[in-house]
């Protein structure tokens, strides 16, 4: 896949700390059953400027970018305007997206609750399963909202509507615990692993429980038959090594 995928969690809320990201986990829990994965994640605050150059290097960058956050109808909430400003587009009301919004909230939608309507000209609307209150896309980036819980059926929905063609075969991981291990210990080993087999995803993590007890979860990532071949190796080195481990 050419594409790169991208995450963008807009909000002053995530960066100090009031509100704990969910959209990491969940746009994971929607890509890897399609084979997918994401290349980066970016969490920026609401600040114009700031906002608008990060959404140009985003665009510029040609990558598939899942945004939240942001597009609500309050001050602070700025994307709308930072994605039209950062395409040098103007911003108008969407007529799919006013007619959602009526049929919401009726007369109440006016004055206010009708600007999140408002998107850069050319932008297509993403249902709003919850609410009605649309996200927009355009340019391979796709706007919503920061509710986890409207944002999930939302990226979903693009997914299947956008992107039904880029399903490839997942890839899984194969892992061992090894107990009272040490990294260092394991190296060399691993350099040279990483060399036998080049399509796999080589990962170590340490841990030091309360009590001073050490592990290490070593394993791998990739495609089915080349991870069962890694884990066989990592496996088999243990065993060498006399090392103490058990299967994850």
Same mark, same amino acid.
């Given at each position: 896949m050419d594409q790169k995928i991208g995450l963008l969690i807009i909000g002053d809320e995530v960066l100090s700390g009031k509100r704990q990201d969910k959209h990491l986990s969940q746009a994971n829990t929607l890509l890897r059953p399609r084979g997918l994965e994401l290349a980066w994640v970016k969490i920026v605050g609401d600040e114009p400027g700031f906002l608008v150059d990060t959404l140009q290097a985003s665009f510029e960058s040609g990558d598939i970018v899942f945004s939240f956050g942001g597009i609500g109808a309050t001050p602070d909430d700025r994307t709308r305007q930072a994605a039209a400003k950062a395409?040098?587009?103007? +911003?108008?009301?969407? !007529? *799919?997206?006013? %007619? *959602?919004?009526?049929?919401?909230?009726?007369?109440?939608?006016?004055?206010?609750? +009708?600007?999140?309507?408002?998107? !850069? %000209?050319?932008?297509?609307?993403?249902?709003?399963?919850?609410?009605?209150?649309?996200?927009?896309?355009?340019?391979?980036?796709?706007?919503?909202?920061?509710?986890?819980?409207?944002?999930?059926?939302?990226?979903?929905?693009?997914?299947?509507?956008?992107? !039904?063609?880029? %399903?490839?075969?997942?890839?899984?991981? %194969?892992?061992?615990?090894?107990?009272?291990?040490?990294?260092?210990?394991?190296?060399?080993?691993?350099?040279?692993?990483?060399?036998?087999?080049?399509?796999?995803?080589?990962?170590?993590?340490?841990?030091?429980?309360e009590q001073g007890d050490r592990t290490i979860e070593l394993g791998v990532e990739g495609y089915e038959a080349d991870a069962q071949k890694g884990l066989d190796a990592l496996i088999c080195e243990a065993n060498k090594r006399e090392a103490s481990f058990e299967l994850i």
């Amino acid at each position: 896949m050419d594409q790169k995928i991208g995450l963008l969690i807009i909000g002053d809320e995530v960066l100090s700390g009031k509100r704990q990201d969910k959209h990491l986990s969940q746009a994971n829990t929607l890509l890897r059953p399609r084979g997918l994965e994401l290349a980066w994640v970016k969490i920026v605050g609401d600040e114009p400027g700031f906002l608008v150059d990060t959404l140009q290097a985003s665009f510029e960058s040609g990558d598939i970018v899942f945004s939240f956050g942001g597009i609500g109808a309050t001050p602070d909430d700025r994307t709308r305007q930072a994605a039209a400003k950062a395409l040098g587009l103007p +911003i108008e009301r969407h !007529p *799919e997206g006013v %007619k *959602e919004i009526e049929a919401q909230f009726g007369e109440d939608a006016y004055p206010q609750r +009708i600007r999140m309507a408002e998107y !850069p %000209k050319g932008a297509t609307i993403i249902p709003n399963f919850y609410n009605r209150v649309p996200g927009f896309s355009i340019r391979h980036h796709h706007f919503m909202p920061g509710f986890p819980m409207m944002a999930k059926p939302m990226m979903e929905w693009v997914l299947n509507q956008y992107y !039904p063609h880029l %399903k490839l075969e997942p890839k899984v991981e %194969k892992t061992i615990r090894l107990i009272d291990g040490h990294e260092s210990e394991w190296v060399t080993f691993m350099e040279a692993f990483e060399i036998e087999f080049p399509t796999l995803r080589l990962f170590s993590l340490p841990s030091i429980s309360e009590q001073g007890d050490r592990t290490i979860e070593l394993g791998v990532e990739g495609y089915e038959a080349d991870a069962q071949k890694g884990l066989d190796a990592l496996i088999c080195e243990a065993n060498k090594r006399e090392a103490s481990f058990e299967l994850i």
